[in-house]
């Protein structure tokens, strides 16, 4: 039969300079986490204690990053990203939380980043990622004083003002719900670290204030130490409301059901307009954190753009009660992957975007996809094959939505698949698997999944493939 040249396609093409990458976060993947003066984390301590993490595991060895860092760029490399998001741990830097400087973590990272540059991969730093230092939990509790802030300003200056030469892209905090409201209030399991129960909502609300708090002061001591121009940004989970249909009272729905879902009110929105949610302040009352004069000046501390770690959302419609919306519950058939709260709904990295851009009014504010991805039941095949076609059906629908939002004029500038390579999954340990790359735990091995072939066509293609 004689075969037609299949013409070469061109749907969903991202712009030219689109940024292609993948992120990872310190406590996952590095382990060595007693060497070159490293002290215990938070995420060390909870991880140790039997019962916390669902396989029992640790981050102690993790994906050896450590050591293995020069194996994984070269990974990267392959894959043809031009972007990789890492995270420093604070407890190698400031290994007491506060004081003195660990030179010998902060060597690490510089020869990380060099190695990445010599690859042309740009390097973009969370400066933290969950991993405090217990030193501080011990202290004063962490998040729950306002000291935290504080000593997070401190710390970042002490890395900015030596690494300021060679990485210029920051992200100062990466999902502030979960190290707060996930870390002290949480009745559900898995809980996040340090899993300390304060007694009321309004000390949960607390931590989470003095995180955004920490998020503004880490903006200024960002740009008062970087010997060079550079970007910084937070990185947010926000909940995503979804219209059921995008009919106009449900999209409205959406838009006023933003504030009240999740902590959206007291996060996200206090840093991108300077005012917690009245909607949630008035469902709080009492519950209300204590907000000292001057706080929402500083939290509301100028972006250059903001990083969206979006995996899924949450089904809103129009609704004859006093709020006009209501949320709409998954039924247990609904398609989700390898983890409780992975309902697909690709949608909502679409309308992530319009509420950055349209409900909480910043059409001007660039945003990057800091995270997106899926875990996924990966095995190894007898040719020594990963074939996770869920995770290309995930991406691929993902990325589509992505597309559109692109496509409709939103300053959508780049994409960064969550993970590199799998790696500690917090309270599921190495059960859940997330990476393109697939860790064998046993030997350090990375063999590269379907997926990884996929995004690297991507990549190469500049299109969702
Ligand atoms: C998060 C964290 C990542 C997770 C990933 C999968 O978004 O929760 O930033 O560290 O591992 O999202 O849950």
Known sequence: MLEHEIAPMTSYQFPPGF???????????????????????????????????????????????????????????????????????WPRIIPDGRGRVNEAGVDFYRRLVDCLREHDITPHATLFHWDSPQALEDRYGSWRSREMAMDYADYVTAVVSRLGDRITDWMTINE???FTHMGYGVEATPPHAPGT??????EVWQTSHHAVLAHGLGCQAIRAASPRACTVALVDNFAVTVPISESPEHMVAAQKALHTCGSNGGIIFPVLTGAY??????????????????????????????????????????????????????????????????????EALYWAVRHVSDSLGKPELPLLVTENGCAAPDVVNNQGEVIDLERILYLRQYLKALHRAVDEGYPVRGYFLWSLLDNFEWAWGYDRRFGILYTDYETQQRIPKASF???????????VV
């Open 197 to 202: 129960r304060v007694r009321t909502a309004k």
């Open 277 to 346: 949610s009245p909607a949630l302040l008035e469902q709080l009352g009492a519950d209300a954190p204590d907000i000292q004069d001057g706080d929402l000046d500083i939290i509301q501390q100028p972006l250059d753009w903001l990083g969206l770690n979006i995996y899924s959302g949450v089904y809103v419609r129009a609704a004859e009660n006093q709020q006009g919306y209501e949320f709409l519950s998954f039924r247990d058939n609904y398609p989700r992957l390898h983890m409780p709260w992975l309902w697909i709904l690709p």
């Open 19 to 89: 940024m292609w990458g993948a992120a990872t976060a310190s406590y996952q993947i590095e382990g060595a986490v007693s060497e070159a003066g490293r002290q215990p984390s938070v995420w060390d301590t909870f991880s140790a204690t039997p019962g916390h993490i669902y396989d029992g595991k640790t981050g102690e060895i993790a994906c050896n990053h450590y050591h293995l860092y020069e194996t994984d760029v070269k990974w990267m490399a392959e894959l043809g990203i031009q972007h990789y998001r890492f995270s420093i741990a």
């Open 176 to 178: 502030i719900s979960c």
């Open 453 to 463: 072939h996929w995004y690297q066509e991507c990549i190469r293609q500049n299109r």
